[in-house]
T-cell receptor
Framework: NAGVTQTPKFRVLKTGQSMTLLCAQDMNHEYMYWYRQDPGMGLRLIHYSVGEGTTAKGEVPDGYNVSRLKKQNFLLGLESAAPSQTSVYFC??????????FGPGTRLTVL | AQTVTQSQPEMSVQEAETVTLSCTYD???????LFWYKQPPSRQMILVIRQEAYKQQNATENRFSVNFQKAAKSFSLKISDSQLGDTAMYFC?????????FGAGTTVTVRA
């Protein structure tokens, strides 16, 4: 099992560009999450999904959109990147009541 | 907002010694889960230990153990016989429905 994978691992964008981060899990988990990690702030929840076809806003959703068309995939989109979105992004998945399994992270720099 | 607080930004410990990381949280739920995650320089988030709030017994995993004080909403992590490989950032997290709220993290450095 690959667990949780993220694509890409690194990316540099210019302000105003768009991109999509892909998260995939092969554990048949119902729940999936996108976090961002910034120095001194821990992980903050951007969006999450409790099942295929459903999404919901987390703590810091502005400037991001998500889609979960297939159970195993959870996409995070940035329509118009801003320097404030420079961060490390983590995807995670789990079953209810159990620990979340994390992907390796994506380091995004917006110039 | 329901928060998780880790009051120690950094800690240093001599190899083979013991270090304790503090974590406090707030919640209005009666049943929830608490976690400690480790993030080494590789950036990968690794589960260290898990505690169900309805269980009075403190969880242990090899050299890692917790002191869970439900009434005080405290969840500290003790690392015994510290090893160089324990050098990492440690995050405390509390479940909120099926979501997690994380503390800001404590950087632990193990000295040889």
């Amino acid at each position: 099992n690959a667990g949780v994978t993220q694509t890409p691992k690194f990316r540099v964008l210019k302000t105003g560009q768009s991109m999509t981060l892909l998260c995939a899990q092969d554990m048949n988990h119902e729940y999936m999450y996108w976090y961002r990690q910034d120095p001194g702030m821990g992980l903050r929840l951007i969006h999450y999904s409790v099942g295929e076809g459903t999404t919901a806003k987390g703590e810091v959703p502005d400037g991001y959109n998500v889609s979960r068309l297939k159970k195993q995939n959870f996409l995070l989109g940035l329509e118009s990147a801003a320097p404030s979105q420079t961060s490390v992004y983590f995807c995670a998945s789990n079953r209810a009541g159990y620990e979340q399994f994390f992907g390796p992270g994506t380091r995004l720099t917006v110039l | 907002a329901q928060t998780v607080t880790q009051s120690q930004p950094e800690m240093s410990v001599q190899e083979a010694e013991t270090v304790t990381l503090s974590c406090t949280y707030d919640t209005s739920e009666s049943n929830y889960y608490l976690f400690w995650y480790k993030q080494p320089p590789s950036r990968q988030m690794i589960l260290v230990i898990r505690q169900e709030a309805y269980k009075q017994q403190n969880a242990t995993e090899n050299r890692f153990s917790v002191n869970f004080q439900k009434a005080a909403k405290s969840f500290s992590l003790k690392i015994s016989d510290s090893q160089l490989g324990d050098t990492a950032m440690y995050f405390c997290a509390r479940s909120n429905d099926y979501k997690l709220s994380f503390g800001a993290g404590t950087t632990v450095t193990v000295r040889a």
